[in-house]
């Protein structure tokens, strides 16, 4: 099976190239791996570099957006330009651990018929040792949340392409992998390190979810009623899985009152999305967006607080 490494970079300049060496280090003595690199519409010189090392590295593609329109987007057209079989994602401040793609081949050789591989992380490695050297994750596993980790996923390209990232969402990648795993049904994990995750970045990923900015909030508001449009079936199939569905509704109608779209919140109030009673006065006399003023001023200090502690 051809792998194809897809990474989607923006304005990251200082470290992409740690992981162009990592991955074109797979393919000293010839072109065993292609890495695709999009980039995102950086201002900085991240495209250059890129460029730069594929003139040098036969395995190395660039592909360029016009316009920064986040990662998801980017992953799209990278996997788009890719070859491979299956495509193994490393962010753009990531590398692969040494002899990855050779642990990859080997497992993928021996346990064949799988549409999804997961391999092991740096940052959680203690967490994935749990599931023992070898684990078959279900479905139901992920959807209903028992397991939240992180993983290094290997996937089925045919699958990407048929079930393409939506691009009006710049994080939240759980909600399209739940996609992948109902697809895949069973999902074969190997606790062998493939990905080195660097967790130190001010701008890491693991930032951006946080409640501080109109942004997240109207991620919150999307990822919630993708949820809801996707997987409400699948979750009303089980009371843990209801127990679920009735906490997204919830969230589905406060991130509308949230975000001042009122219209919204009460056609969820009428197809049963319940909320407390502070949020039903925020919807009555439509001051929710004020509200939500308040709140990311509260989470911008509580994340300042919890920050400085952990230093």
């Known amino acids: 099976m051809r792998i194809s490494v897809i990474t989607p970079v923006y304005n990251r300049a200082d470290c992409i190239l740690r992981c162009l060496k990592s991955v074109a280090a797979e393919n000293i003595g010839g072109v065993r791996v292609e890495h695709v690199i ?11 570099i890129v460029a730069d090392f594929a003139a040098c590295h036969p395995g190395v593609q660039l592909v360029r957006l016009p316009r920064n329109a986040g990662p998801n987007a980017a992953r799209n ?33 021996e346990n064949p018929g799988y549409d999804q591989y997961l391999f092991s992380c740096s940052h959680n490695r203690t967490s994935l ?8 994750f279900d ?23 048929e079930m393409p ?11 399209f992998h739940l996609r992948f795993y109902r697809k895949a049904g069973k999902i074969l994990f190997i606790d062998e390190l493939v990905s080195i995750v660097d967790t130190s970045r001010s701008d890491h990923v693991t930032y951006t979810t946080r409640k ?3 942004r997240a909030l109207a991620e919150s508001l999307v990822y919630t009623r993708l949820f809801l449009e996707w997987f409400a079936a699948d979750l009303s199939q089980s009371a843990e899985g209801c127990r679920l569905l009735e906490s997204l509704k919830t969230d589905f109608r406060r991130f509308s009152i949230l975000s001042g779209r009122y219209d919204d919140s009460r056609r969820a109030g ?38 400085k502690l952990k230093k």
């Open 38 to 48: 999009a980039d995102d519409g950086s201002t900085d010189e991240s495209a250059e």
């Open 77 to 109: 057209a990278a996997i788009a330009a890719a070859t491979g079989d299956f495509v193994l994602f490393i962010d753009s401040d990531d590398s692969l651990a040494p002899g990855a793609i050779s642990v990859i081949e080997k497992n993928m050789s």
């Open 129 to 136: 040792e749990t599931y023992g050297r070898r684990h078959i």
């Open 139 to 161: 479905y139901s596993d992920f959807l209903l949340g028992d397991v939240r980790l992180d993983f290094a996923h290997v996937i089925n390209r045919a699958t990407l392409l």
């Open 165 to 175: 990232f939506d691009e009006s969402l710049r994080i939240h990648e759980y909600l």
């Open 212 to 214: 501080t900015n109109d």
């Open 270 to 307: 009428h197809a049963g999305y319940r909320v407390s009673g502070p949020y039903f006065a925020l919807e009555y006399t439509r001051t929710g967006h004020l509200a939500w003023q308040a709140v990311k001023l509260a989470m911008r200090v509580k994340w300042f607080l919890i920050d």
